[in-house]
C-alpha cells in the first residue's frame, strides 16, 4: 500500500531544479538582473508550493512504515491492539492529504501555475443574461476567496437594465490557472424569471473564458503600430475619481482583432501596465491554440453562447439541480454551489483529464426544459 502511496509522486526534477534556483539565488551578482532574479523567485515558490507538501507527506509515510514494523513485531503483545488502531486512525488522516497531493499531481501542464485571467460574457437572454452573468462572477470571486486565492476585478460592464455584460477578474495564488481552467465553456441557467410579469421560466446562456496571465517578460512582441489604444472614464464601481477621469484603457491589437479593457485602477498608467499584460496572455494562448491546430480546444469548443454547447447547466425550476455535462457530477445543492462550491466539479474535471467535450450530452441533459 505504501508504495501505491508513494508512486504518484515525481518530484526528483522538481527537487533538482529548486537546487538550481536557490544556487543562483546564493550568487553576489544575483539582483544584478532584478528582472531575471523576481522570474528565478518566483519560480522557486511556485514549485516549492507543490514540492514541500509532498516530501511532508513521504516523511509521514516513513514513519507509517515504520509504526507498521513495529505493529508486526508485537503480534502476540497484548499492547498491539491499540498500535493497530493508531495505525487506522493515521491512514484516516493521510487519506486527505493524499486526495490534494493525487489532485495537484494532474497540474502539469506548462501554465498551470500562472495566475488565472477569467472573463464572463452574457449570452443569449439580453437581460437575463446580463443577471446570470453577475451570479456566476459572483460564484466565482467567491470560489477564488474561498481557496485562498486573491482575487481583483480588472474590468466590469454593467447590463443596459440589470446585472453586467461582462467582467474580468485576476485569480492569483499557486496553480490558480491549473484550476480555474476547468470552468472554460457556455454555462446554461434555467428559472422562473424574476424579471417577467408572467412569471415564466426563462434560459439564459453565459461563456466563461480562462487564461493563464504570463509574466511581464513572457517572450510576445508586440509592435506599437499594431496597437491602438484608448482611455475612456470607468463605468464600474471606484468612487468619484475614477469616474470622472479618465482611468480606463482599452487596448486594441488590430492583427487578430483582441480587445483588451482595464479599469479597476485610479492610474492609467496601472491599467495600461495590467492590460497589456492580459493582451500578451490573450495573444500566447491564440499562439499556443494555432501550434496544436486544435482551435475548438479551448475557444471554438465553447461554440456559440447559445443552447447546446454548454458544459454545465444550472436548474433552479421547476426543480434544483447543477449538472456537468463534461463529467457527470452533480449537486442539488445550488445555493451553496452559486456561493462558490465548485471544487467538486474542477476536481472530476482534472481527474477525467480535463475534457473539452459533453460526454453523451443527450443523455446527460435534464430531459426537455
Avoid at 486565492?149 to 461582462?166: H, Q, R, Y
Amino acid at each position: 500500500m505504501l508504495a501505491i502511496f508513494g508512486g504518484i509522486f515525481d518530484g526528483d526534477t522538481k527537487t533538482n531544479r529548486i537546487a538550481e534556483l536557490e544556487a543562483m539565488m546564493a550568487n553576489p551578482d544575483f539582483w544584478g538582473d532584478q528582472a531575471a532574479a523576481q522570474k528565478v523567485i518566483t519560480e522557486a515558490n511556485r514549485l516549492k508550493v507543490t514540492v514541500n507538501p509532498s516530501k511532508a507527506f513521504r516523511a509521514e509515510l516513513d514513519d507509517l512504515a515504520a509504526m507498521l514494523e513495529l505493529v508486526d513485531e508485537m503480534a502476540d503483545d497484548p499492547d498491539a491492539e491499540s498500535y493497530q488502531q493508531e495505525v487506522v486512525d493515521t491512514l484516516a488522516r493521510l487519506q486527505p492529504k493524499l486526495d490534494e497531493l493525487e489532485l495537484a499531481s494532474f497540474l502539469s501542464g506548462p501554465n498551470d501555475g500562472c495566475n488565472a485571467l477569467l472573463t464572463v460574457h452574457a449570452g443569449a437572454g439580453g437581460t437575463e443574461s446580463c443577471d446570470w452573468a453577475d451570479m456566476l462572477f459572483r460564484m466565482y470571486s467567491r470560489w477564488g476567496e474561498q481557496a485562498g486565492f486573491t482575487v481583483e476585478v480588472l474590468d466590469l460592464s454593467p447590463g443596459e437594465e440589470a446585472g453586467i455584460s461582462g467582467a474580468t477578474i485576476r485569480i492569483s495564488g499557486p496553480n490558480a490557472f491549473g484550476y480555474a481552467k476547468a470552468e472554460r465553456g457556455v454555462h446554461r441557467l434555467v428559472r422562473i424569471s424574476p424579471f417577467d410579469s408572467a412569471s415564466r421560466r426563462h434560459t439564459s446562456f453565459c461563456s466563461v473564458d480562462v487564461i493563464a496571465e504570463l509574466e511581464d517578460d513572457a517572450d510576445i512582441v508586440i509592435d506599437p503600430s499594431d496597437l491602438r489604444t484608448d482611455v475612456y472614464r470607468a463605468s464600474g464601481k471606484g468612487g468619484q475619481h475614477v469616474n470622472k477621469t479618465e482611468s480606463a484603457v482599452r487596448l486594441t491589437h488590430i492583427p487578430s482583432g483582441i480587445v483588451v479593457t482595464c479599469q479597476n485602477d485610479r492610474s492609467q498608467i496601472k491599467n495600461k501596465a495590467s492590460a497589456m499584460r492580459t493582451l500578451k496572455s490573450r495573444l500566447y494562448e491564440k499562439q499556443e491554440d494555432e501550434k496544436r491546430s486544435e482551435i475548438e480546444k479551448f475557444y471554438g469548443e465553447k461554440g456559440d453562447i447559445a443552447w447546446g454547447n454548454q458544459i454545465r447547466s444550472y436548474v433552479f425550476q421547476p426543480y434544483q439541480m447543477i449538472k456537468d455535462l463534461r463529467t457527470g457530477v452533480e449537486s442539488g445543492n445550488i445555493q451553496a454551489v452559486m456561493d462558490g462550491a465548485l471544487d467538486p466539479f474542477i476536481h472530476a474535471w482534472l481527474r477525467a483529464g480535463g475534457p473539452t467535450s459533453r460526454v453523451s450530452a443527450a443523455e446527460r441533459e435534464f430531459g426537455n426544459e
